[in-house]
């Protein structure tokens, strides 16, 4: 009997065990897949020049731009609807309200949505509502924002996006304690006070955190670009905001699927998958080192 | 002399839970008003119906008269914002907030759209708290790495910034050393030349060391109150007698 319980200990051990090491197995042999056949493509030239010959040679400095700019509108969008959300629903709106549980009933179905039907929204709303609207009172019915472009893409990831950041700004409001708001408030604080001076200034490094949670996932999404703005191939780089973009994770998509010859392009595949991470990587990585710059200053005062 | 905090009938509700019943209480002006009382005797209620800290609970509700300053808080507009600031209160527990022992004095007065320089103000709190001594060199230490007895000394200190006509204090010394419980007891006979002190207590015996006066509360009900001498040397009630000899409570 005890030897049995034994050798079943023994094996769940070594399976539990197992289970992770299969874990960490995928994630190098992804990510070496993509380092081995990647990098070596990876040049200044490659980085800085537009793709040429059918995207067999040349560079993918417009996808590039494209995506890190794509990815800061689409921060400076989801950043300041999720906190304001967020703040109203932990701080100002009764606890029990039904509106409250209306709209984290909303954001919870917003965050199960795939995103391919955001996309396919995107288009609907922004880019044939929206934006037909903006042109038929501001433009004379001239097409100028009822196309898809960068500005809609930015706000249909926001969009995708708005569930991470609200979440993560409630959960790091809600780690403020109590007492803190009644220390606050016994000195003659209003309830703005209170949100400003007490709660913000604490909770700024967890809303900092679900901000690089919402660039992680915006960063790599295509489906929701893909009729709200993406562009196959431009000749120029974005300077408007009604103006079309290439972007990383959709120029993979097109090269892989829409490619005259499949072959050729694969090295040129490989490192714009490559770049694509490290751009992620480093999005990230700046909305880090912001964090902890900020820590740091709650800290030193 | 009319009193500065005048209770008539005041009663209590948390939900269907009495909190107070029918509370008729005075606090004269420059006194110290000890309350004395086993835990749930609405002790606390009492305090934070004064400053509106009740205000926050959905299921709190009032009757009756609790008038301050002439002005009758729960039937009267009144902004809770001033009436805290003439009400500084001190918790059982320490709530330095996060930053240092400098932003902790002058929030306060920043919260009141004052952006000068307070330093004299802030010498004479830290002094009247009896903390100035040991943090005057060191005011940019974070509030929050001070001992647990000169954070309760900086949350007075804090509450006093705010140059407040009554002080609620709510079991300040309940999780102190005896030394800085002296500190604080001493620091109230000094303060209450300028202010009145609502003293709510644990420990009989502070009450019987600080205050003029006494009120002993049990399950909401206001049992008996007097100068502090009588209330324990000859109490009128039987209930008192046995509480502040220890028989309950």
Redesign the interface.
Known sequence: MSRWIKVIAAAFTSLTGLSCLVILAMVVIILGDIVIHGAPGVSWEFLSSAPKAGMTEGGIFPAIFGTVALVILMTIAVVPLGVAAAIYLQEYA?QDSKLVHLVRLALQNLAGVPAIVFGLFGLGLFVEFAGGSIDALFFGGKLTFGQPCIFWAALTLAVLTLPTVVVATEESLRAVPR??R?????????RW?VVR??VL??SISGILTGTILAISRGAGEVAPIMFTGAAYFLPHLPTKLNDQFMELGYHVYVMATQSPDVEKTKPVLYSTVFVLLAVTFLLNFAAVLIRSRIRRR??S? | MTPIVQFRKFSVWYGDAPALQEISLDVQSHEILGIIGPAGGGKTSLLRSLNRMNDFDPRFRCDGVLQFQGVDLYRQPVDVAVLRRKMGMVFAVPIPLPGSILENLELGPRLDGRSERLDDRIETCLKAAYLWDEVKDRLNLAAQSLSGGQQQRLCLARSLMLQPDVLLLDEPCSGLDPISTAKIEEALQILKKDLTVILVTNNVMQASRVADRTAFFLQGKLIEVGQTQQIFVNPKETLTHEYISGRFG
Not at chain 1, 182 to 190: I, V
């Open positions: 009764s007492s803190y009644e220390a606050a408030y016994a000195l003659g604080a209003t006070q001076y007490v200034p604490q709650l800290r005062t």
